[in-house]
């Protein structure tokens, strides 16, 4: 497994761009310079993220959400069995 993150991810498992190993990794998300745990779905190429929009949720019982825009950085939080942490991490640094 690498350590590269992709352009696109979603938590919601219907989604095409779901990936439950990389999820249950950790992945930070860093939104306009500040770090965000509350992003449902992210794209760094068109630079926006997707956040919960309180408890609303629609008829389907999935959560409403709010499409911001912006500069998106993502990285893995914890590396792969295995492997060591990517130089420039905090466990790299520690």
Same mark, same amino acid.
């Given at each position: 497994?690498?350590?590269?993150?992709?352009?696109? /991810?979603?938590?919601?498992? %219907?989604?095409?761009?779901?990936?439950?190993? @990389?999820?249950?990794? #950790?992945?930070?998300?860093?939104?306009?310079?500040?770090?965000?745990?509350?992003?449902?779905?992210?794209?760094?190429?068109?630079?926006?993220?997707?956040?919960? /929009?309180?408890?609303?949720? %629609?008829?389907?019982?999935?959560?409403?959400? @709010?499409?911001?825009? #912006?500069?998106?950085?993502?990285?893995?939080?914890?590396?792969?069995?295995?492997?060591?942490?990517?130089?420039?991490?905090?466990?790299?640094?520690?």
């Amino acid at each position: 497994m690498t350590d590269t993150v992709p352009d696109r /991810l979603s938590t919601n498992p %219907d989604s095409p761009y779901f990936d439950q190993d @990389l999820l249950s990794r #950790g992945v930070g998300i860093r939104f306009k310079g500040n770090e965000r745990r509350d992003v449902e779905e992210y794209c760094i190429s068109e630079g926006w993220i997707r956040v919960a /929009l309180g408890k609303k949720v %629609d008829r389907h019982g999935r959560s409403l959400t @709010l499409k911001l825009n #912006g500069e998106v950085e993502a990285w893995i939080e914890n590396p792969a069995d295995g492997e060591d942490a990517p130089e420039g991490s905090e466990e790299a640094q520690a």
